[in-house]
């Protein structure tokens, strides 16, 4: 209802009660507006992770956690809720539910993110990193900053690499120093086809298998072997039925927090870079998590009877796998070349 004005233009008596009454119902209306936000409190963030929560990963993600309670500026707009152990599906089960908004962050290694964003693939190659360090450095610079743009292309925004260890191949009947030592052992593999190409030019044969159907498989003799971190040998124990551990090295992949585009747009410009901050400390923190609990695995496998080697000549492995490089290499058109550049000091 609008104030009735005399005829010199002014408020009368009566019309200036009735604009003081709609002034104080405006600032009612704000003020409750204002109270309901504050009832509502922090947004729930879900983050997904395959890892139980005393692995290095999962470690990380929990200092993550504590970074951003911790952050009044954070705190007020988020509260981190880690949904570990794969409990909400495989890696790439979470990052489709990321990209739909089912939930809001996960960690997951680049190897499945290439489903979604090509350019993640060229950091599964294998023998392409020396070692996470030389991955690191490769990471923090132009390359790094050239394959963010691509995964945030794809639909997830990035906020920081972990440290997902140097794979290498383990079995149960004597120690890789060569390549030739592979062949004729059935070794298990991720549902990959650069992994499959990768075993069959070192001259084994891969076995396509869920991971939690090694352990089974490796006692019954339904395979020979297979490959992975040293932490991961050690907490799935699948030292107890394949003895030898010998470190080739040949995949060096990183895993990755990221967040869903829609939720990082919603946070302020400040909000986005103490968010962004946070994971990277915390990836500083997860990457020393990882170096002690390698150590750790080192020890306890060793002195459970196992055998660690160092393969005589890593460079024979490279050469093996070129027609793996002959096949996949060039969707990256130079991007190979550069990195190897770059990746030396």
Known sequence: MAARLDREGRLSARGFQVAKAVAVLAFAGLCSACSDERARGPERWVLSNVHIETYPTARGLADLAERVAADPALS???????QLGGVLGNEKEALEKLRFGAIQMACVSAAPLQEFAPVAGVLALPFLFESSEELFRTLEGEIGAEIVEGISEAGFVPLAWFDAGERSFYNRTR?????EDLRGLKIRVQRSELMRDMVEALGASPVAL??????????????DGAENNLPSYRSERHFEA???????????VPDVVLVSVDRWRSLSGEQQTRLREAAEASAHAQREYWTESSRAAALAVTEAGCEINEVD???????AVEPVYAEHAGRFGDLVERIKAAGRP
């Open 76 to 82: 007020s707009r988020m509260t981190i809720d880690l």
């Open 175 to 179: 120690p890789i120093r060569r390549p």
């Open 210 to 223: 869920g991971f939690k159907q090694v352990y089974t498989s490796l006692h019954t003799g339904a395979i």
């Open 242 to 252: 394949a003895g030898f551990y010998s470190l080739d090295r040949h995949a060096i």
């Open 313 to 319: 000549d890593p460079e024979s492995f490279r050469r």
